[in-house]
Structure formats: C-alpha cells, structure tokens
C-alpha cells in the first residue's frame, strides 16, 4: 500500500489545501456504512464525507486509478448511487448531528493519479440524486438481486473472454459450487 500513496501524497496534498481553504468540514472518513434495500443489503466504506460552508453534504471516493471522464459514467457510477442512498436514508445524519443544518451535495470521485488544467487532481462530479432518481437506484439495486438470489439464470458464453485461437478449442469450465455438475465443456 505504500508505493501507491507515496506517488500521490502531492495530489492528495494539493486537494487538501483547497479543501481547508474552502472552509469545509471533514465529518468523516472511511465510514462504515450499511442499510437494505428490500432483500439486499449494501454495505461498504464511504473514503470521504465533506461538509461545505452552506450545509452541503459531499461524499468523496478516493481513486488512484486512471480517470473516468465520461460524464454519463460518472453519472450512473454504482458506488456514489449507494453513498448517496446512504444519505438520503439518513445513515450519516448521527455523525452530522452537531453540525446543524445539512442537505445532499452530491458526490465525487477524486481523481489523484492525473490532474487536469492547473491541478494536481481531478474530480468528477455526480449531481445530487433526486427522489426519481434514488428510486431508480433501489430498483437496480433490486434488479441486481433478484439475478443474484434466482437459482438459475441463462447466460451467453463470450468466446473471446474465454481464450484465444481456435474456437473449437475453447472451454467452459463449469465450477460444482456454482453449476452443480463441475464439468469441463468443450464449446463447438
């Protein structure tokens, strides 16, 4: 873990700088977090909750990886869905109580790994969810269950994901715990 926040300390730092010259709050960092959406359960750790000089509560996640810069991704990103369902389910508000007065700001990625203009960093930005649209997370989080919990589902092989060469030498092999047969299948 060492070698990859060393090379990033500069990033990270410069961030730091302008949040503290920003006037924001940090409320928390790596905060656990769980709640449910019917039958599934969402866990995970929330990198960074900012609050901001006008009440605006900014989860951050932290990434050191190459950047997504595609507005759409970073709209639909899974990750910052869940963080923000978190708030809106009032999972944080404990750790805000004696801050006073909040709303949802949204949520990020930070980018530290590559910078764009003057900047060491990068953030891309996902817009406060609505209530249409934090019901459109919970039903994807349902969906996502409800493939998981079936006990069975089709599935379409990709031959390219499984080797390289002749097709008529690829192999599905099929594990016991999860096709009950443990098979080895020659496709053709």
């Known amino acids: 873990l060492e070698h990859v926040l060393l090379p990033v300390n500069g990033l990270l730092a410069e961030y730091l700088t302008d949040f503290e010259r920003e006037g924001k709050t940090l409320i928390g960092a790596e905060s656990r977090f769980g709640l449910e959406v019917d039958r599934a359960k969402l ?10 000089p006008d009440g605006a509560v900014v989860i951050v996640d932290l990434k050191t990886g190459t950047p997504i810069t595609t507005q759409s991704k970073i709209d639909e990103h899974p990750q910052l869905g869940a963080y923000q369902l978190a708030y809106a389910e009032g999972i944080l508000d404990e750790a805000l109580a004696e801050y006073g007065e909040h709303h949802a700001g949204g949520a990020k990625l930070l980018f530290v790994k590559q910078g764009l203009g003057a900047k060491l960093y990068r953030e891309g930005t996902q817009r406060t969810l609505d209530a249409d649209q934090l019901e459109q997370f919970r039903q994807r989080v349902r969906g996502a269950a409800s493939l998981i919990a079936a006990a069975e589902f089709a599935g379409e092989a990709d031959l390219p994901v499984f080797g390289r060469g002749d097709p008529s030498r690829l192999r599905l092999h099929r594990v016991p715990g999860v096709s009950s047969d443990g098979l080895v299948k020659t496709i053709r």
């Open 43 to 52: 866990t995970g750790s929330i990198d960074r909750v900012e609050l901001s």
